[in-house]
């Protein structure tokens, strides 16, 4: 990583939020200027336009990942959640958020491993390297041997991180609310505290340590995925151990062909309809900094447990429901589960029903659409995402009616969309049908489930 990345994780509560405000204070002064001018361009500005710019979003960008932690965490969620929503060059702006942050300089990181693991813990290694892999918003990754010639990746985690959590969530909720950038009546309360309990888990590294030998044993069976195992003897709260694993970002696969590509998103998919309908439990986060794929043999290697979590059995019990109407192709039955389980809202469906209607008609649709041939699902085509955008655009102008669905299931459809938006990126054809007949049988039931139905 380039030198002048190095920044000191600032800890205390009222230098984040001054970190905040200097922040929040640019954008002002950006949109303003951009604001006079349009004005003197004989344009009438608007809002989003004036916030929206890239030059806001590397202000935004560049303050979060000097900030790191739960702000940076919320910038990620927001970077990865807009897809194929934001102008191209914004969302390659905030796509920095996924998978870089500042670092530590030397003598802070040294200063968490003594406190991890004490003065002498570079007796340990053969060797440690002290320029970090990866940084990311809760911690830094660096490459290390251990003295028995074990290769590890060591997840340490920014000094105050967790301890910060509580305080970013306060301040970042402040500024959404004194900015008018989301309506009065919009009720964020149990969205931020399901956010707050997250990030407080993902900041408790004995806790990934577990979710990760879970999965180890969940994924015990399954060829295609490899991950990597703690080192238990080192594990700490504040500093992870794991075997290295060699792969290149999942995102190259874009370069290969369409047989590795299908296969790879095939896979990703089935792995989230097993974590909903088989495991009860899924790795929330779909960061693609969290996956990597082996070109030798195939395999994705799964890298990032923090997010991982039960899935209540009422949200598997949504889930089922949607993709039962959605396999039906039945639209008014796709529309009543989709208001009562809380996706959209009665006053939603009352001042927005035509265009949710049409939303609807899309994606059934595309499902029709991939029963034909050999039953698959076309994620390269781009003009159903466009068509969805479109059709979505008055529901999203319509502040009034903004509505936050049950937090279980805005973090689970996180996990599906972020899916779904990497498979549009590699151009993916997977038999989504047959897949979800496989792990899901009762939403096809009675509903038919395509040419590959699996017994």
């Known amino acids: 990583m380039a030198e002048e990345r190095y920044s000191k994780v600032p800890q205390a509560r009222l230098a984040r939020l001054a970190a905040l405000g ?6 002002a002064a950006g949109a303003l200027g951009e604001g006079m001018r349009q004005l003197a361009r004989g344009e009438r500005p608007r809002i989003p336009d004036l916030l929206l710019t890239p030059v806001n979003m590397r202000r935004v960008t560049d303050q979060l990942s000097r900030m790191r932690g739960a702000a940076m965490k919320l910038g990620q969620m927001i970077s990865l959640d807009a897809g194929d929503v934001l102008p191209a060059e914004l ?22 491993l003594v406190g991890a693991w004490g003065p002498a813990w570079r007796s340990r290694f053969q060797q440690f390297d002290v320029r970090p892999i990866a940084a990311a918003s809760i911690g830094q990754v660096h490459r290390a041997r251990l003295r028995s010639g074990r290769e590890l990746a060591i997840k340490v985690q920014y000094p105050g991180v967790a301890a910060s959590i509580d305080a970013d969530i306060d301040n970042v909720a402040a500024l959404l609310r004194y900015s008018g950038l989301l309506p009065a009546g919009l009720d964020i309360a149990p969205l931020l505290a399901e956010a707050r309990r997250q990030l407080h888990e993902e900041a408790d590294y004995l806790r990934e340590a577990e979710q990760m030998r879970r999965y180890r044993v969940l994924l015990a069976d399954d060829p295609r995925f490899a991950l990597p195992e703690p080192v238990d003897d080192l594990v700490a709260p504040t500093v992870l151990p794991m075997d290295f694993l060699s792969g290149a970002p999942i995102e190259s696969l874009s370069d290969e062909s369409q047989a590795r590509r299908d296969a790879a998103c095939g896979a990703l998919l089935e792995l989230v309809l097993r974590e909903l309908f088989v495991f009860g439990y899924m790795q929330t986060d779909p960061n693609f900094a969290n996956f990597k794929w082996r070109k030798e043999d195939g395999r994705i290697l799964l890298l990032d447990f923090g997010a991982a979590r039960p899935i209540p059995p009422e949200t598997a019990a949504a889930y089922r429901d949607l993709l039962s109407a959605g396999l039906a192709e039945d639209r008014d039955a796709l529309q009543d589960v989709l208001l009562r ?11 927005n029903g035509p265009a949710l209607a049409e939303m609807v008609g899309i994606v059934l649709a ?34 009034a009616s903004w509505h936050v669905p049950p937090v279980q299931t805005l973090f689970v459809q996180r996990k599906i969309s972020g899916t779904a938006l990497l498979c549009v990126r590699m151009r993916a054809r997977v038999p989504l049908v047959t897949l979800a007949a496989r792990h899901a049988p009762q939403a096809c039931d009675p509903a038919p489930c395509g040419p590959e139905t699996v017994a």
């Open 366 to 399: 595309h499902v029709g659409r991939s029963r034909g041939g050999a039953g698959l699902f076309d994620f390269a085509e781009r003009g159903f995402v466009g068509a969805l955008r479109d059709a979505a655009a008055p529901v999203v102008a319509d502040r």
């Open 341 to 351: 389980y809380g996706f959209v809202s009665e006053a939603q469906m009352r001042r």
């Open 22 to 27: 200097q922040m929040a204070g640019g954008v």
């Open 91 to 112: 969302t390659a702006i905030l796509a920095q958020l996924r998978d870089s942050a500042h670092v530590m300089p030397p003598r802070q990181l040294d200063q968490v």
